[in-house]
């Protein structure tokens, strides 16, 4: 190519790059205008922790209908579908066995008591999650305010790294469009799109109005929930006053869900 | 150049329409999947990745693989290669290609793929590794266009581009070691949790991207007058043997710690795969293919009189490569996933949609092959002409 | 140059297909439709911010809404005015503009835009069925 010809090319790129700028910064201007008029604040009932924690007393439940009522309250109100396919089912909470639950701590030996009892597992909302850690868009991250690891659905680009990232197999993918599949829609909370991930989300839109977990609330107090660092909390004194454990504690995620056993 | 890749015989037509249907057909599943959802898939909440991320993790190592010809050439004035350098670049373009399609086919939301840099996230790996295979795809285009226009020309290629080869070397080790760090730095998977999962895939890519250019070097010298040498061949072979060694040497490496320290975590995969756990074990003839594929590889490629009988090295670099993509490929992912971390086994195995739009991946990174190779070819013949 | 004209019969034909929609719709511009409110909104008189802000930047609006309710967990707006609003597409703006196929997609159409918000927020919070 001749050289004239592509240096004109080249001022016209170099040209319509500096076009392109003028429109972002006007946009910087405008933000920062409408920063200054409107105010955005926290809702004055909202809940507030340093790291929201929750203790499940697992003595309190005996067969599988004791935790239907929770995982029911949880999956209704958050537009949780059935899917009748196992690969493409989408949990927030749910039970199962102690040694799936706690893989690495079941004796050989246990209690029978122990081994016939469902145990409640959901998403451990992990002091140092290391879902949060593979997202590649942060759409996955842990709210600075509360300690609690949440889902942006608009952001998630679906490449479902975090999935392989748990160590809890605490998160779903949407394998399908989800809405024909939820029964009851609850209209207050948004249902979710084909290609995204879900998981539990410790009820922040119900925090943020003052209500405890709908779990928690439905449990009959066999669900404790608060401040881990608040050293005067329900939590923390359940956890003061009896031996519990965590889901795989070795590897250093560090649940915020604790159980009494 | 370009118009070389468009002035070809009836066959190369032939060929490439062939490729065209493929992709067309991989397409139209693609377009299935976009409306439904990865639900045509056989993934599930268990085994998130599947046939799509192997693929990836697999041509990942077949596009490192090409290093294995531009070292020897530019590092150790190995005279012999400078035939062959564009074949390795040109092999990578192609299986970056292929790659980040298979990255594109695997995601959910593909059309919000770009937040991956609207939010740059470096503490993801993922995020490196778009940067990675990007980077890599450039720099191969750059090197291999410029210096192979220059061969054309009969000139020396630019100054500038040395630099940018010596940085295409170790450039290729990141790409595979950065593909590697996605599975291993993950608590709660112990089959990827190890050390040696780099090595181990840079030691399979190095057997299996050379394996491959053995095999497209005998197919270049079949239907076109240009020969890239039975020295080049051999000297290729070589690699490929050193290599399948130190992948079977590092597999035993992996399989002594596992079971010699019986680690539940780590060990619960390998007999899934090797032997079946709980009763399922959907993969295990496949594992012992795989394994059985290596070490007949190695013994054709090791021992002189085979490896010399370019018709015997043929199959074995098909031993090989097929070997090592079922290692890597298909037992990696499955593997890693299977038990899940609450230690049930729920087996994934591939749907034909999904294989169909795998297929079609593989098709479109062949016409790209096909393409830049008869590009390279035609100017080899030139040249000589 | 032998393809010359075919080169030039090509470029004729790309440009007629370039061109296709300025010649096709010459003279005529489809109407802007017209905004329509439901009584609530209109009783309501002002939105959360003024009519003309809220035509040019309500998608700018809900982006900022979207990221401090859902990654800071922030909820509460509160306008110029003084007035605070919980900031919910679903619950606040459709609770007034609850017609959303007139005040939503009409126009919507008519940019030729697809806002992908009704995949997953209630485009109904108030029917009851």
């Known amino acids: 190519m001749d050289s004239s010809r592509r240096r004109v090319l080249q001022l016209l790129g170099l040209s319509a790059l ?68 196992k690969r493409h089912e989408i949990k927030w909470i749910w039970t199962d066995h102690f040694h799936n639950a706690f893989p690495g701590k079941a004796a050989r030996f246990l209690s029978e008591e122990v081994e016939k009892r469902p145990f409640l597992v959901l998403c451990n909302h992990c002091e140092n999650p290391p879902c949060v850690r593979a997202c590649p868009t942060k759409a996955t991250f842990k709210r600075e305010s509360d300690g609690i690891v949440l889902m942006d659905f608009h952001r998630c680009i679906g490449c479902r790294f975090c999935m392989a990232a748990c160590p809890f197999g605490a998160r779903s993918f949407n394998f399908r469009d989800p809405r024909p599949f939820i029964k009851e829609t609850n209209k207050q909370f948004p249902t979710r799109m084909k290609g995204v991930v879900e998981k539990c989300n410790f009820c922040a839109e119900r925090l943020a109005v003052g209500q405890l977990p709908a779990c928690v609330a439905a449990s009959d107090g066999a669900l404790t929930f608060g401040d881990l660092y608040d050293p005067a909390s329900e939590v923390r004194e ?17 649940p915020s869900v604790y159980y009494i056993v | 150049m370009l118009e070389l890749a468009i002035k070809g015989s009836k066959r190369y037509y032939g060929w490439m329409t062939f490729l065209l249907a ?7 599943v693609y377009l299935w999947q976009l409306d439904f959802g990865l639900g045509i898939t ?8 599947g046939f799509y991320i192997a693929n990836f993790t697999f041509l990942v190592g077949v596009a490192a693989g090409g290093v294995m010809v531009v070292l020897p050439y530019y590092l150790h004035d190995y005279k012999a290669f400078g035939k062959v350098t564009i074949l390795g670049e040109f092999l990578a373009i192609a299986s970056v290609i292929m790659c980040i399609t298979f990255i594109l086919v695997d995601l959910g939301q593909p059309m919000r793929v770009f937040n991956v840099f609207l939010y740059p996230t470096p503490n993801s790996v993922l995020f490196w590794d778009t940067i990675v295979l990007q980077g ?37 080790i990141s790409i595979h070691t ?55 061949i051999q000297s290729l072979a070589k690699i490929v043997a050193y290599a399948i060694c130190v992948n079977v040497f590092f597999f035993l490496c992996e399989v002594f710690v596992v079971f010699y320290s019986q680690i539940p975590e780590h060990m619960d995969h390998f007999k899934y795969l090797f032997v079946g756990l709980y009763g399922k074990g959907a993969y295990v003839p496949w594992m012992w293919a795989s394994l059985t594929l290596m070490v007949i590889g190695i013994i054709l490629t090791v021992n002189p009189l085979t490896r ?39 087996e994934y195995i591939p749907t034909l949609p999904e294989i169909m739009i795998a297929l079609g991946v593989w098709a479109m990174g062949f016409l790209v092959l096909s393409a830049l190779f008869k590009i390279a070819v035609g100017v080899k013949e030139e040249v000589r002409a | 140059m032998s393809e010359k004209k075919l080169i030039i019969l090509g470029l004729i034909i790309f440009v007629v297909i370039v061109t296709f929609p300025l010649w096709y719709n010459r003279g005529k511009a489809a109407p802007a439709p017209e905004r329509i409110l439901t009584d609530k909104a209109k009783a309501a008189k002002v939105c959360v911010r003024s009519t003309d802000y809220m035509k040019a930047e309500h998608m700018q609006l809900l982006d900022l809404w979207r990221d401090s309710v859902v990654r800071q967990g922030t909820r509460i707006y509160v ?21 959303k196929a007139e005040f939503c997609d009409r126009c919507h159409n008519y940019a030729s835009v697809r806002p992908y918000c009704w995949d997953c927020h209630i485009d109904n919070p108030k029917e009851t069925s």
């Not at chain 1, 809702?43 to 697992?58: H, I, K, P, R």
């Not at chain 2, 493929?22 to 139209?28: P, S, T």
Request: charged share 15%; net charge neutral.
């Open chain 1, 18 to 85: 500096g076009l392109s700028v003028k429109p972002v910064l006007n946009a910087f201007a405008e933000e920062a205008e409408q920063q200054a008029q409107a105010q955005i604040k926290r809702g004055e009932n909202a809940l507030s922790a340093q790291q929201w924690a929750m203790v499940v007393d697992t003595r309190a439940f005996e067969s599988e209908d004791d935790f239907a009522p929770l995982i029911e309250a949880c999956h209704k109100i958050h537009n949780v579908p059935v899917l009748e396919n």
């Open chain 1, 238 to 254: 359940l956890i003061r006053t009896n031996f519990t454990i965590r889901r795989k504690q070795t590897l250093g995620t560090e």
């Open chain 2, 22 to 28: 493929v992709i067309g057909a991989g397409f139209l």
């Open chain 2, 42 to 49: 056989g993934l599930s909440r268990d085994a998130s990745w």
């Open chain 2, 136 to 172: 890599y795809l450039l720099l191969n285009i750059i090197i291999g266009w410029n210096v192979l226009e220059a061969e054309r020309n009969n000139v020396h290629y630019q100054r500038w581009l040395k630099p940018l080869i010596y940085l295409s070397i170790p450039w290729a």
């Open chain 2, 178 to 232: 950065v593909t590697a760090y996605l599975y291993c730095g993950l608590p709660g998977r112990g089959f990827w949790m190890t050390a040696i999962l780099a090595p181990r895939f840079l030691s399979s890519a190095f057997a299996s991207g050379p394996a491959l250019l053995v095999l497209l070097c005998l197919i270049i010298r079949r239907v076109s007058s240009f020969d890239p040498g039975r020295e080049q």
């Open chain 2, 308 to 346: 010399k009988n370019e018709g015997v090295l043929a199959v074995a670099c098909v031993l090989i490569f097929l070997g090592t993509w079922i290692d890597k490929g298909l037992g990696m992912i499955a593997g890693g996933f299977t038990p899940n971390p609450l230690h049930h086994v729920n």
């Open chain 3, 79 to 99: 306008s110029p005015s003084g007035k605070e609003y919980n900031m919910s597409l679903s619950n606040r703006c459709l609770d007034c503009h609850s017609n």
